[in-house]
Nanobody
Framework: QVQLVESGGGLVQTGGSLRLSCAAS????????MGWYRQAPGKQREWVAT???????TYADSVKGRSTIYRDNAKNTVYLQMNSLKAEDTGVYYC??????????WGKGTLVTVSP
């Protein structure tokens, strides 16, 4: 019933920028929050940023100050703007929607590779 499609990943140089997009489709009600997670090769998936239904944003320390999460309600899309990219930002970035009832929906991810 819910589909999340990420895009915007790619190969960038250290210090570069990317804007990741997550387009949501299907029936989604009572959304509590939308967020971004990432998983580097050989590592666990980690939380990156979250934006709530009231547009409050929080960030992981690793990206705080360099990233901005925002959304376009008209397009049912959430974005993650990442600047000053580092090699450690490399990984597959996943979009997640969390409902008020506690259900989580995930996208399939978009790969970000930051070259030194």
């Amino acid at each position: 019933q819910v589909q999340l499609v990420e895009s915007g990943g790619g190969l960038v140089q250290t210090g570069g920028s990317l804007r990741l997009s997550c387009a949501a489709s299907g029936i989604i009600s009572s959304i509590n929050a939308m967020g971004w997670y990432r998983q580097a090769p050989g590592k666990q998936r980690e939380w990156v940023a979250t934006i709530t239904s009231s547009s409050s944003s929080t960030y992981a320390d690793s990206v705080k100050g360099r990233s901005t999460i925002y959304r376009d309600n008209a397009k049912n899309t959430v974005y993650l703007q990442m600047n000053s990219l580092k090699a450690e930002d490399t990984g597959v970035y996943y979009c997640k929607v969390q409902t008020v009832g506690g259900l989580n929906f995930w996208g399939k991810g978009t790969l970000v590779t930051v070259s030194p």
